[in-house]
């Protein structure tokens, strides 16, 4: 019996010891993934590219400030928008602020335009969903004070435009974010002068020398600005024009990001004190503080009782509101940069986007979360997009991007064409399912097979001419079908010969020559029978 028991006591142990090993022995799991600096080789880049900003756009699209400017990102497909002068002058003079290293602040419009601040503290915009600058309709800064450093961008629901800078003056241009019709000129120095339609600058001061860091609109009342600076919390009142100093500190305070609850109560991350609440009625602060102050450069919303911090000096975290607790998002991939979080940002599909030293993270696996995301999606964000379009083997490029067209026009030779399409939310790829038809061509939908991490295109060969339109649908698991559809109406030109203006052309012209021909011929019978007469007489 005692054998017995020693023997089974042995096999226990040699199984755990055999579960031990396997773990130890196993990779750690990654929940991300990452655009990292070895991901760059295809963009040829004479410099790193690192992350630094994050803009999560109601359109589904991403966008970053990087040491490349401004960088897009579409169904996890990045896009440098780097510049493309026809000559050095305009070079010169037009240079792309949108491609340069150094971009300030960002934020997007209700218009869906993304407005931001060059790295020279100049306002330009851009589409969310394309690439391109345009010049602001307001001179910033101002000719009174071409010194100023812009520390942040803002834009409220009814499209005003605030300007945060460095010395603690706010700068104010009603409806800025609501582009209407302006037109200036460019100066000898390459300063874009508003000459017609000019919009409004108003200066607010708030505090001198304060850093403004955060803005934030008060849900309850749409007229008032909650303003998180070094100098502590600050309110803005529109009806009235005047900033108020509310929460004031002995000490230091840096107030980086600024969330308001429906009761109108905030939520602050700051560099000195981690996490805290303030109770707007009794002007109340509780700072979450525990055992270590960390430092926090940004959060977003995770649940109701919990946020995606940003922490300057270490690995994203999950701050509770409930216990005060940090429990830190611990991966593998993280190893590969710097623990310094510089932003963290919750898109509509529930992807988590992390930049930290200098790398830019990605998951879905906390996309149950997406509910809370600061940013809603509009429909047309769950629809799938043509990515490239292929004609005869060769890239597509007569009319730009092929992500935004809508109609493209090609000859009777160039009727192979090769779509290769995507969708917003591919992180996992293997459970997104592709489907298309071309009306007047393949008139059933085609479902190409999933096939591992690739994505199958489509494939229209020898394409008689005539007017043709290519649909595409997609889902993502075990849903339906999305009714959000992308389309594009393709057109091959018939040759010349099979026109009918062509052959009524080669009728006419064939005519006209048989009547000089008959015409000729009567009038030289008429001439010969004349000199037969002219004889006989």
């Known amino acids: 019996m005692k054998l017995f028991f020693d023997i089974r006591r042995i096999l226990f142990t040699a199984f755990f010891l055999f579960i031990v090993i396997i773990s130890f022995g196993q990779k750690p799991q990654s929940i991300f993934k990452w655009f990292g600096f070895e991901d760059t080789d295809s963009f040829r880049l004479t410099k790193p590219l690192r992350f630094y900003d994050i803009l999560c756009s109601k359109t589904g699209e991403h966008k970053f400030s990087s040491t490349f400017g401004l960088i897009r990102d579409k169904g996890l497909q990045i896009e440098l928008l780097l510049y493309a002068g026809s000559d050095n002058e305009t070079k010169r003079?037009?240079?792309n602020y949108a491609g340069e290293d150094g971009i300030k602040s960002m934020f997007e419009s209700p218009a869906k335009i993304v407005f931001f601040a060059a790295h020279d503290n100049r306002i330009f915009w851009q589409p969310s969903d394309d690439g391109g600058i345009g010049f602001s309709p307001f001179q910033f800064p101002p000719t009174d004070k071409p010194d100023l450093k812009v520390s942040k961008i803002w834009i409220d629901s009814e499209s005003d435009i605030y300007i945060g800078t460095c010395d603690g003056d706010l700068y104010y241009i009603k409806r800025g974010g609501a582009m209407s019709a302006y037109d200036g000129k460019l100066d000898s120095a390459g300063n874009f002068i508003v000459t017609k339609g000019e919009k409004l600058i108003r200066r607010i001061?708030?505090?001198?020398?304060?850093?403004?860091?955060?803005?934030?609109q008060d849900p309850v009342n749409k007229n008032i600005l909650w303003i998180g600076t070094d100098a502590g919390l600050f309110s803005f009142d529109k009806t009235t024009m005047l900033g108020k100093n509310i929460l004031k500190s002995k000490e230091r305070l840096t107030i980086t990001q600024i969330e308001a609850d429906s009761t109108g109560n905030l939520w602050l991350s700051t560099l000195e004190n981690g996490m805290a609440y303030f109770n707007n009625r009794t002007s109340s602060v509780n700072f979450f503080n525990g055992k270590r102050v960390y430092p926090i450069k940004t959060f977003c919303r995770k649940s109701i009782n919990e946020f995606f911090v940003g922490l300057v000096d270490s690995i994203p975290a999950i701050f509770n509101t409930s216990t005060g607790n940090y429990t830190f998002i611990q991966d593998s991939?993280?190893?590969?940069?710097?623990?310094?979080?510089s932003d963290i940002k919750l898109d509509g599909f529930g992807n988590l986007l992390v930049v930290k030293g200098g790398g830019l993270f990605y998951t879905?696996?906390?996309k149950e979360s997406k509910r809370y995301a600061k940013v809603p999606l509009e429909k047309k964000a769950y629809a799938?997009?043509?990515t490239e379009i292929m004609v005869m083997g060769i890239p597509y490029r007569a009319e730009g991007n092929p992500r935004g067209l809508k109609s493209i026009r090609l000859k009777h030779n160039q009727n192979s064409l090769t779509i290769d399409y995507s969708l917003m939310e591919l992180i996992d790829k293997k459970n997104v399912q592709f489907a298309w038809?071309?009306?007047?061509?393949?008139?059933?939908?085609?479902?190409?097979?999933?096939?591992?991490?690739?994505?199958?295109?489509?494939?229209?060969?020898?394409?008689?001419?005539?007017?043709?339109?290519?649909?595409?649908?997609?889902?993502?698991?075990d849903?339906?079908?999305r009714a959000e559809e992308a389309r594009l109406e393709i057109i091959i030109v018939p040759p010349l010969w099979q026109l009918w203006w062509f052959w009524a052309g080669v009728i006419v012209v064939v005519s006209s020559i048989v009547y000089l021909i008959v015409k000729l011929r009567v009038r030289s019978v008429r001439r010969t029978e004349r000199l037969k007469a002219s004889y006989q007489k």
Not at 205 to 216: K, M
Request: hydrophobic letters at 40%; one cysteine or more; proline letters at 11%.
């Open 364 to 366: 879905d696996y906390y």
């Open 333 to 341: 991939i993280f190893k590969k940069t710097a623990d310094s979080t």
């Open 205 to 216: 001061p708030l505090w001198p020398h304060a850093l403004i860091c955060a803005i934030e």
């Open 437 to 477: 038809m071309v009306e007047g061509y393949v008139n059933e939908w085609v479902v190409p097979p999933v096939s591992g991490t690739s994505i199958i295109p489509a494939n229209l060969n020898e394409l008689t001419p005539g007017k043709y339109i290519f649909r595409l649908k997609a889902k993502v698991g």
């Open 479 to 481: 849903e339906p079908w």
């Open 384 to 386: 799938p997009f043509i």
């Open 93 to 95: 003079q037009l240079r």
